[in-house]
């Protein structure tokens, strides 16, 4: 019986020591539970997404920002591992970085991409290993902040920066282009002027016949090496420009017979024009130039093979950025009017689509790399653009864009013939230019049609010829640019002194680019450089028709 009190009164304290235990317990869960969510408010309150994980990659704990971004609640995150939650690729990579932090014990900082429910962003990822007591590894925590509108700005940065690069570029090579252009034009003046003036003296004698086919050679040298001046100028932008209302539909049908003999004997043409093309703005030569170039580069991609160049126009509408759009200068929003030439050749690699459009580059053993960069310079001048769409073995697709056009179609220039209006014998001509070659060259050929020549190699000095001899100058050739006084300010003090004095300015630039430094009243007749005898008597004529 005592036995059976003590063994009573041991278990009672035995109770009572695991009541106490319970309640010990039970205070020490609710301690738990509380300091649990105190930690889950402190995540839940961080306005990054946060979470922490075991060494095997579960979720431990999630904060609501985590919750919203994946689109599960943070009890279905609990207990799954990146893979239950994010697509494959980019779990892969999380739990890789898990383990790179759990197997170094080194903290981990990287730039991801994570997939959101409503799209994948950009978030600066931080990632910490938990130690326990003895220096353990058993798990990590993260945090990821949101850092898309940053990488957004810095990539907006990035591409405005490449723009202003790329325009630098074109600008720098545009002025080197149009320089080298302009100085070539003023040499050629002497070679194509005075191979006219030695088939001239040749005369057709039969005797002199093969030197007269030698000299017909060299000004056909000159005559081509003036066109591809002309290319430089147009890549420049500083082209020379007679901008008519036209349809592209027509001109490319104009060029039909032209573009077919182009191409490849084993390419096919196909045209799919537009019905009701609205007109565009443009220059005719430039265009049928812009179109050849486009053709003839699509026929070189078909490397022989049989294939077919689709020449398409329409209309598209441009609201936005294109994202195929070649070039540093957006197109306006409006309305334009294309022409995309496509072919099904053996496209381009990123290398070649990037320089595709640089002048002297080629990828043609024979070529100049001239074609397309002229195509782009002939685009800016028209306030156009150009898109690229090319891919290895997958053809190309170049399409050109002209802002739409409102005014009417212009009508065709007619030509009548006029029987020629000679000029007395000795009429006095002042020659103005401070290039020694084309003075001499351009005397030559205004004595051998009746003229007699007053030339002068500066502004001041023709300024003060003229004084001396105003009332005998019928007619005034002034170059528009010299380095003492311009033509400008030579053209104002000319007029001056004779407000209808007939002056012809000349230029190895084009009408355009010298225009923009007189008024359309200033500089009614323009002759570019070289220029072949019939082309001066016919500015001459018209300098003289057009007196004031």
Same mark, same amino acid.
């Given at each position: ?28 869960? /609710? ?71 759990? &197997? ?50 810095? /990539? ?166 294109l994202p195929d759009l070649y070039g540093p200068t957006p197109l306006a929003p409006g309305q334009y009017v294309f022409l995309e030439v496509t072919d099904d ?102 004595? @051998? ?22 009332? &005998? ?39 355009? &680019? ?5 008024? @359309?009243? &200033? ?26």
């Amino acid at each position: 019986m005592p036995d059976t009190r003590a063994e009573v009164t041991l278990l009672r304290a035995r109770v009572a020591a695991l009541e106490h235990e319970l309640e010990r317990l039970a205070k020490t869960r /609710e301690q738990v539970l509380d300091a649990r969510a105190q930690a889950q408010a402190l995540l839940d309150n961080i306005p990054h997404m946060a979470w922490m994980k075991n060494t095997a990659g579960v979720f431990l704990a999630v904060n609501e920002a985590f919750a919203r971004a994946s689109g599960f609640s943070k009890s279905e995150i609990l207990g799954r591992t990146d893979r239950d939650i994010w697509p494959l690729d980019l779990a892969e990579r999380y739990m890789g970085d898990d383990l790179s932090v759990v &197997e170094s014990g080194e903290k981990f900082i990287a730039e991801e991409p994570i997939a959101e429910a409503s799209g994948t962003k950009w978030f600066e990822t931080f990632k910490t290993p938990i130690c326990d007591s003895k220096g353990q590894v058993v798990g990590t925590v993260g945090l990821a902040r949101d850092v898309t509108s940053r990488k957004q700005a810095d /990539e907006e940065r990035q591409t405005l920066e490449r723009r202003m690069q790329q325009t630098q570029k074109l600008e720098s090579l545009g002025v080197l282009a149009g320089g080298i252009a302009h100085d070539f034009n003023n040499l050629l003046v002497g070679v194509l002027s005075n191979a006219e003036l030695a088939l001239a003296s040749l005369g057709d004698a039969a005797t002199v016949a093969p030197v007269r086919r030698l000299v017909l050679d060299i000004k056909d040298a000159a005559l081509h090496a003036s066109e591809l001046t002309n290319q430089m100028l147009a890549y420049s932008g500083r082209g020379h420009f007679e901008v008519r209302t036209i349809s592209l539909n027509e001109m490319v049908r104009d060029m039909e017979h032209l573009l077919g003999a182009s191409v490849s004997k084993k390419a096919r043409v196909d045209y799919q024009l537009a019905r009701e093309l609205p007109p565009v703005r443009a220059d005719v030569a430039q265009m049928h130039q812009l179109v050849m170039n486009l053709i003839t580069n699509a026929s070189e991609a078909l490397e022989e093979r049989a294939g077919v160049i689709r020449v398409r126009t329409g209309v598209e509408q441009v609201r936005g950025a294109l994202p195929d759009l070649y070039g540093p200068t957006p197109l306006a929003p409006g309305q334009y009017v294309f022409l995309e030439v496509t072919d099904d050749g053996c496209g381009m690699d990123g290398e070649t689509r990037a320089r595709l459009f640089e002048p002297f580059f080629t990828t043609k053993f024979t070529g100049r790399g001239l074609g397309l960069s002229a195509v782009q310079g002939i685009m800016r001048g028209h306030a156009g653009g150009i898109t690229l769409r090319t891919a290895v073995h997958a053809g190309t697709t170049i399409k050109v864009l002209f802002p739409r056009s409102e005014q009417a179609l212009s009508e065709p220039s007619s030509s009548p013939h006029e029987p020629a209006r000679e000029w007395p014998t000795g009429s006095l001509v002042m020659l103005v230019d401070d290039n020694a070659r084309v003075r001499e060259v351009t005397k030559i050929l205004l004595n @051998s049609i009746g003229f007699e020549v007053l030339a002068v190699g500066s502004g001041r000095e023709a300024i003060k010829k003229f004084d001396e001899h105003s009332s &005998e100058v019928r007619v005034v050739l002034l170059d528009a640019m010299m380095p003492d006084l311009s033509g400008e300010q030579v053209l104002r003090e000319l007029r001056k002194r004779r407000a209808d004095l007939p002056v012809i300015i000349c230029s190895g630039y084009s009408e355009q &680019e010298i225009g923009r430094h007189f008024s @359309s009243s &200033e500089m009614a007749t323009f002759l570019q450089k070289p220029y072949p005898l019939e082309l001066l008597k016919a500015r001459l004529r018209e300098a003289l028709s057009a007196r004031r």
